[in-house]
T-cell receptor, first 114, second 117 residues
């Protein structure tokens, strides 16, 4: 089955600096790669996703890049703010649809230092 | 749109009892629902996938007789933890996906924190 690795497990950055989280996946058939932000005791919140037909997607301060050849994708957060502090999970699934199961990475605890 | 609710939000029960958790899609028809378990400081682990009107498909290592999943309607799925034990204490999260405009991703419920004494 699919295996998703995520690095780093913890990340501390100064407010205003950029943060980068990286994930690799094992199944070359995976086509959909969402990123979630989870605050303590709350549901995962989809912040951005990318599908296999594009290499990069940006939404204001957040961007995701995908390299299908190398089977890795990354989350980039620029101009970080204290409210960006949370746990971030990457995930992968085989289809471009929500009815296919997701395999999650192990998570990255991001701390923004004021 | 795309609101998924869970009930209860938290529950405490005694060892050996059964607990039922409900997952509802409030504004769309959920053709597929997923149940995840999340232990403290860990990732979400998929327990099972259920399609409306069909038996759930359980992930390897998840006991189907212990974690009963019912997806009898397009807006409701239930997870029953039978004969709960302290090691079942966890954060249980459901997600739902529909058809057409609701098929692009999974929509997550707020989670249910189960504590077994």
């Amino acid at each position: 089955g699919e295996n998703v690795e995520q690095h780093p497990s913890t990340l501390s950055v100064q407010e205003g600096d950029s943060a980068v989280i990286k994930c690799t996946y094992s199944d070359s058939a995976s086509n959909y790669f969402p990123w979630y932000k989870q605050e303590l005791g709350k549901r995962p919140q989809l912040i951005i996703d990318i599908r296999s037909n594009v290499g990069e997607k940006k939404d204001q301060r957040i961007a995701v890049t995908l390299n299908k050849t190398a089977k890795h994708f990354s989350l980039h957060i620029t101009e970080t703010q204290p409210e960006d502090s949370a746990v971030y999970f990457c995930a992968a699934s085989k289809e471009n649809f929500g009815n296919e199961k997701l395999t999650f990475g192990t998570g990255t605890r991001l701390t923004i230092i004021p | 749109g795309a609101v998924v609710s869970q009930h209860p939000s938290w529950v405490i029960c005694k060892s050996g009892t059964s607990v039922k958790i409900e997952c509802r899609s409030l504004d769309f028809q959920a053709t597929t629902m997923f149940w995840y378990r999340q232990f403290p400081k860990q990732s979400l682990m998929l327990m099972a996938t259920s399609n409306e009107g069909s038996k759930a498909t359980y992930e390897q290592g998840v006991e189907k007789d212990k974690f009963l999943i019912n997806h009898a309607s397009l807006t409701l799925s239930t997870l029953t933890v039978t004969s709960a034990h302290p090691e079942d204490s966890s954060f249980y999260i459901c997600s739902a996906s529909g058809s057409e405009g609701w098929a692009d991703t999974q929509y997550f419920g707020p989670g249910t924190r189960l504590t077994v004494l």
